[in-house]
Structures are given as structure tokens and as C-alpha cells.
């Protein structure tokens, strides 16, 4: 059985949120209500997972996260309402260590985060699974990636014109989509679509976090948007991200408001398989760390129209949930370690001559 320790200010937070954990099976252990407190309950009960609100006294979530991931590395998983009202908040708690996070439906009201009940015991199990091993990494230093495409190659002859990448990600993925983005070449022209399991609240604030850690322009999808040599896009939270056309080496993506695949939206799948439909340059697929199964339809579907599949391996992987569907149902071109995967692209690329 899971154990986990729960630490938020709120007094109606922490019953609600037992109950919720409770009724899933899930065996809370303690209750914290300050900072302070949840770092020295977290340290001595040693849980599985503890959830930790934002914004409390004492210690804020983020001082938590960073000492308990000091002294007692811990799965941790953030709730709490800051998370949508300042993004930069959550992004910043990921960095200190935490592998995800959930925001409170309505803030401390106990009766709308009921409506998350299975959502929530589902993101808890996995988080508590989730492998946090050098999780206080950088994450975000330079490969040798950059290095190995300058190296006596000329720019015309070591990538194929229009060049396509479909990157997908979920739980703990956030921190490596930013590093293997901010590896990639810029002189290798790519188009980057990038679908990242993640609410409306939070995908605006994170494509500005890539478009500044990245080479490349990377935006938040508008709605249509067209994408060209050294541009991509973020999938919108709350709208699927489809390929509708390529033309003069330029992609045209348009939202897609149909239902959820996989209970996700925007869904993996429905990126990388209108790209495999669309797309008549050279394309890759790169299913990294997640819950799920998300992905791997589509990895095939790239695969099956001529273009080269990377996945993430198990080592390196917060939750190789996502990977390891993909890797099992999918004849992947290459299996690899986060630190490695931008390489593994530059590398892909470089095996079609044009």
C-alpha cells in the first residue's frame, strides 16, 4: 500500500484531501500544517509520496521540497491553488525536485476537488513510484549534443531539408523536455510540435520557459499556427495539437477539440499521428518519462510512414509508464538515456541524406 504524508495549511484541505487518498486506497500516514512541520514529519515517517500545498507558513512548498529532497529524497507531489494562479511557482517546484503537480479545483473549497478524486489518487500512485535519483540535477547544462553536430559537418550536408520532430512527455517531463530542447542545434532547422500533459494554466507560462532555455522560438499554440525552420510549438492545455498541412517547409497545426484519448487532452497520440499523416518531410517521434500509454499509437503510426522513433529508457525515466508501451509495441529506432536523447535526434536526422 502507498503511504503518503499530506502538508497543507488548511485545515479542510487535509481532511479532504485524506479522505480522497483514503477512499483510493491509499494509506496516509500524517498530516502536516505548516512547512516546518511537514519537512520534520516527512524526515522521520519516511513516506512513499507526500503532497505539498504552495504556499504555507514557516517553509513555503518550494523551501520543503528542496530540504526534504536534501535530507530524505521523497516523491513529492504539488497541490495547491498557487499553482494556477502563478505558474512560475510550479515550474520552480519541479526544478527543486518534485516529480508533478495537481491544482486545487477551486481553491480551499472542499467540495469541487472531490470532482478530481480519480485524477488525484492516480497522479499520487504514480508519483509515488517515480524514480527521483538525481533528481536535484541541473537538468538544464549542455550536452555534448551541440558539440557532435558542429564537428566537421557542413549544415547542408549533416540534416535533411524540413526536418519534423513530434516530442511527448507527462509525468515528470516538464524538466526533460527542457533540457533535450535546449540541446537541440539550432542550425539543424528542425520543426518542433511538443505535447506535454499539462493544464491550460500552466502551458502558456511553460512554453516561455522553453522559448528562453532553447535555440529555437518556441510558442504556445493559438489556435493555427504555422511553423517553420527553427520554430515549434507547445500543445495548448485543454486542446488537441493536429498537423493539418506541410507545404514550402512550413507546418500548419490547428487546435483539435474532439474528445480525450488516453483521458488526456491534449493527447500524444493525435499529434504524432496527423504529423505521420501530413507530414512528407523527414520525422521523428520522442516519447519520454509518463503515466500511460499516451504515445505509442502514434509512434507507430511515424514509424509505419518511414520516419525513426526514439523513446526514453527506463533509467532516466520519472515514471516509465509512456516509454515502455512505446518500446514494447513499437520497433523503436533507439532507446536512450535522457542526457542522450537530443544527441540520439541529431544523430536520427543525420541518417537520411535529404
Given at each position: 500500500m502507498?503511504?503518503?504524508?499530506?502538508?497543507?495549511?488548511?485545515?479542510?484541505?487535509?481532511?479532504?484531501?485524506?479522505?480522497?487518498?483514503?477512499?483510493?486506497?491509499?494509506?496516509?500516514?500524517?498530516?502536516?500544517?505548516?512547512?516546518?512541520?511537514?519537512?520534520?514529519?516527512?524526515?522521520?515517517?519516511?513516506?512513499?509520496?507526500?503532497?505539498?500545498?504552495?504556499?504555507?507558513?514557516?517553509?513555503?512548498?518550494?523551501?520543503?521540497?528542496?530540504?526534504?529532497?536534501?535530507?530524505?529524497?521523497?516523491?513529492?507531489?504539488?497541490?495547491?491553488?498557487?499553482?494556477?494562479?502563478?505558474?512560475?511557482?510550479?515550474?520552480?517546484?519541479?526544478?527543486?525536485?518534485?516529480?508533478?503537480?495537481?491544482?486545487?479545483?477551486?481553491?480551499?473549497?472542499?467540495?469541487?476537488?472531490?470532482s478530481?478524486?480519480?485524477?488525484?489518487?492516480?497522479?499520487?500512485?504514480?508519483?509515488?513510484?517515480?524514480?527521483?535519483?538525481?533528481?536535484?540535477?541541473?537538468?538544464?547544462?549542455?550536452?555534448?549534443?551541440?558539440?557532435?553536430?558542429?564537428?566537421?559537418?557542413?549544415?547542408?550536408?549533416?540534416?535533411?531539408?524540413?526536418?519534423?520532430?513530434?516530442?511527448?512527455?507527462?509525468?515528470?517531463?516538464?524538466?526533460?523536455?527542457?533540457?533535450?530542447?535546449?540541446?537541440?542545434?539550432?542550425?539543424?532547422?528542425?520543426?518542433?510540435?511538443?505535447?506535454?500533459?499539462?493544464?491550460?494554466?500552466?502551458t502558456?507560462?511553460?512554453?516561455?520557459?522553453?522559448?528562453?532555455?532553447?535555440?529555437?522560438?518556441?510558442?504556445?499554440?493559438?489556435?493555427?499556427?504555422?511553423?517553420g525552420?527553427?520554430?515549434?510549438?507547445?500543445?495548448?492545455?485543454?486542446?488537441?495539437?493536429?498537423?493539418?498541412?506541410?507545404?514550402?517547409?512550413?507546418?500548419?497545426?490547428?487546435?483539435?477539440?474532439?474528445?480525450?484519448?488516453?483521458?488526456?487532452?491534449?493527447?500524444?497520440?493525435?499529434t504524432?499521428?496527423?504529423?505521420?499523416?501530413?507530414?512528407?518531410g523527414?520525422?521523428?517521434?520522442?516519447?519520454?518519462?509518463?503515466?500511460?500509454?499516451?504515445?505509442?499509437?502514434?509512434?507507430?503510426?511515424?514509424?509505419?510512414?518511414g520516419?525513426?522513433?526514439?523513446?526514453?529508457?527506463?533509467?532516466?525515466?520519472?515514471?516509465?509508464?509512456?516509454?515502455?508501451?512505446?518500446?514494447?509495441?513499437?520497433?523503436?529506432?533507439?532507446?536512450?538515456?535522457?542526457?542522450?536523447?537530443?544527441?540520439?535526434?541529431v544523430?536520427?536526422?543525420?541518417?537520411?541524406?535529404?
Amino acid at each position: 500500500m502507498v503511504r503518503a504524508v499530506i502538508a497543507d495549511d488548511s485545515a479542510v484541505m487535509r481532511e479532504t484531501l485524506g479522505k480522497i487518498l483514503e477512499d483510493g486506497g491509499i494509506d496516509v500516514i500524517g498530516r502536516a500544517k505548516n512547512g516546518t512541520e511537514a519537512v520534520e514529519l516527512i524526515t522521520d515517517v519516511e513516506p512513499d509520496i507526500a503532497t505539498v500545498d504552495i504556499q504555507m507558513p514557516g517553509l513555503t512548498g518550494h523551501e520543503v521540497i528542496e530540504q526534504v529532497m536534501d535530507e530524505r529524497p521523497t516523491p513529492m507531489l504539488v497541490i495547491s491553488s498557487q499553482t494556477t494562479k502563478n505558474a512560475e511557482a510550479t515550474f520552480e517546484a519541479l526544478e527543486a525536485g518534485a516529480v508533478d503537480f495537481i491544482a486545487k479545483p477551486s481553491g480551499d473549497n472542499s467540495v469541487p476537488i472531490w470532482s478530481k478524486q480519480d485524477e488525484i489518487v492516480e497522479q499520487v500512485r504514480a508519483v509515488a513510484k517515480a524514480d527521483i535519483s538525481g533528481s536535484t540535477d541541473s537538468g538544464n547544462e549542455r550536452s555534448t549534443a551541440d558539440e557532435l553536430a558542429t564537428v566537421d559537418v557542413d549544415a547542408t550536408e549533416a540534416f535533411p531539408r524540413e526536418p519534423t520532430l513530434v516530442i511527448g512527455a507527462s509525468t515528470g517531463g516538464p524538466r526533460v523536455v527542457e533540457r533535450v530542447l535546449s540541446e537541440l542545434p539550432e542550425r539543424a532547422g528542425l520543426r518542433i510540435l511538443i505535447v506535454q500533459h499539462m493544464a491550460d494554466h500552466y502551458t502558456e507560462r511553460f512554453a516561455e520557459r522553453l522559448d528562453k532555455r532553447t535555440d529555437y522560438d518556441i510558442r504556445e499554440a493559438a489556435g493555427r499556427d504555422t511553423i517553420g525552420a527553427g520554430e515549434g510549438v507547445l500543445a495548448k492545455g485543454g486542446y488537441h495539437l493536429a498537423v493539418s498541412s506541410f507545404s514550402n517547409g512550413k507546418l500548419t497545426v490547428t487546435h483539435d477539440d474532439g474528445p480525450k484519448r488516453h483521458n488526456v487532452k491534449p493527447a500524444i497520440d493525435v499529434t504524432m499521428e496527423t504529423a505521420a499523416e501530413t507530414v512528407t518531410g523527414n520525422l521523428a517521434g520522442v516519447i519520454m518519462t509518463g503515466m500511460g500509454a499516451d504515445g505509442a499509437d502514434g509512434l507507430a503510426e511515424i514509424k509505419a510512414a518511414g520516419g525513426k522513433a526514439i523513446v526514453q529508457d527506463e533509467k532516466t525515466s520519472r515514471v516509465y509508464g509512456m516509454p515502455k508501451v512505446a518500446a514494447e509495441q513499437v520497433d523503436v529506432d533507439m532507446v536512450l538515456p535522457e542526457d542522450r536523447i537530443a544527441e540520439g535526434v541529431v544523430n536520427a536526422f543525420r541518417g537520411w541524406s535529404s
